[in-house]
């Protein structure tokens, strides 16, 4: 069974753009769930999303946001680009609700911002 | 509100060693626990997860870990490290919110 793809898996941006990443679960994974990793931060939960409604939301302001597909793929969207942004983006799938099910990972999109 | 801490930023042991990685959690009531395992430009793996019952809990590659509601703590141990053990490692709780919250992770760098 394929595992979590992400893509692309390297991104450079410059201030104030905006940015859409993507995320394809584990086939028959119903929750994704993204996590922003930076070294000074560690890792933080942006949110969840469960046949096609966001269930879950960290703590991070609403340029960030995300959607999920009907085939349970996931796309999560930075507007307005700031440097602080520049980040590990990962991604995970579950079967059920986060934070009780095994996540599975895939192996991230690195996002730098100049 | 959940948190985890693990105190160790790096450890360092000889190949062949055993190992703990400590984790201290806070929660009011029984929380789910979780050890997870970042090799180097990887995702996380799941290693082992605490929900209820037994308190020594097993995992895969030859991990375990053991929930001490007394101590606040769900350290991470192995009795004989091999040098591909060496990633970051990172404990993580959900409460009733279900919402993940991770520790800073330790890196264990292992010793031929």
């Known amino acids: 069974k394929a595992g979590v793809t992400q893509t692309p898996r390297y991104l450079i941006k410059t201030r104030g753009q905006q940015v859409t990443l993507s995320c394809s679960p584990i086939?028959?994974?119903?929750?994704v769930s993204w996590y922003q990793q930076t070294p000074g931060q560690g890792l933080q939960f942006l949110f969840e999303?469960?046949?096609?409604?966001?269930?879950n939301k960290g703590n991070f302001p609403g340029r960030f946001s995300g959607r999920q597909f009907s085939n349970s793929r996931s796309e999560m969207n930075v507007s307005t680009l700031e440097l602080g942004d520049s980040a590990l983006y990962l991604c995970?799938?579950?079967?059920?609700?986060?934070?009780?099910?095994?996540?599975?990972f895939g192996p991230g999109t690195r996002l730098t911002v100049l | 509100a959940q948190s985890v801490t693990q105190p160790d930023i790096h450890i360092t042991v000889s190949e062949g060693a055993s190992l703990e990685l400590r984790c201290n959690y806070s929660y009011g009531a029984t929380p789910y626990l979780f050890w997870y395992v970042q090799s180097p430009g990887q995702g996380l793996q799941l290693l082992l997860k605490?929900?209820?019952?037994?308190?020594l809990v097993q995992g895969i590659k030859g991990f375990e870990a053991e929930f001490k509601r007394s101590q606040s703590s769900f350290n991470l141990r192995k009795p004989s490290v091999h040098w591909s053990d060496a990633a970051e490692y990172f404990c993580a709780t959900s409460g009733g919110s279900y919402i993940p919250t991770f520790g800073r992770g330790t890196s264990l760098i292992v010793h031929p």
């Open positions: 999303y469960f046949s096609e409604t966001q269930r």
């Open positions: 086939s028959g994974h119903r929750s």
């Open positions: 605490y929900f209820s019952g037994d308190t």
């Open positions: 995970a799938s579950s079967l059920g609700q986060v934070g009780v099910n095994e996540q599975f």
